[in-house]
């Protein structure tokens, strides 16, 4: 079984940083991508940031400048760096992968239990 579990967030004033972390576990083969989403209250959840198969970076508009994924898919481990955080940046934010596992079946739809992250003065 493969599993996702995020860390990093919490609570942060407008400006300020943080970095999440997600760690993927189990049996697993081979990670073809691992991304961030994030969901906040009453919105659909949307992409943040995704590392792709063939090694792109992907972002959502809202994010670009300000955000940075980063990680080892060989290790399983994926990272969001983020900057100058607003308030509108507050939502719940998961870890996604794209997995292949031990019993070789291919999957895009492992999540993570997600993270809090508030912004607020």
């Known amino acids: 079984q493969v599993q996702l579990v995020e860390s990093g967030g919490g609570l942060v004033q407008p400006g300020g940083s943080l970095r999440l972390s997600c760690t993927a576990s189990?049996?697993?083969?081979?990670?073809?991508?691992m991304g961030w989403y994030r969901q906040a209250p009453g919105k659909q959840r949307e992409l943040v940031a995704a590392s792709t198969s063939d090694g792109s970076t992907n972002y959502g508009d809202s994010v670009k400048g300000r955000f940075t994924i980063s990680g080892d898919k060989a290790k399983g481990t994926v990272y969001l760096q983020m900057n100058n955080l607003q308030p509108e940046d507050t939502a719940v934010y998961y870890c996604r992968g794209d997995i292949t596992d031990g019993l070789g079946r291919t999957s895009n739809n492992y999540w993570g239990q997600g993270t809090q992250v508030t912004v607020s003065s």
């Open positions: 189990g049996s697993i083969f081979t990670i073809h991508a």
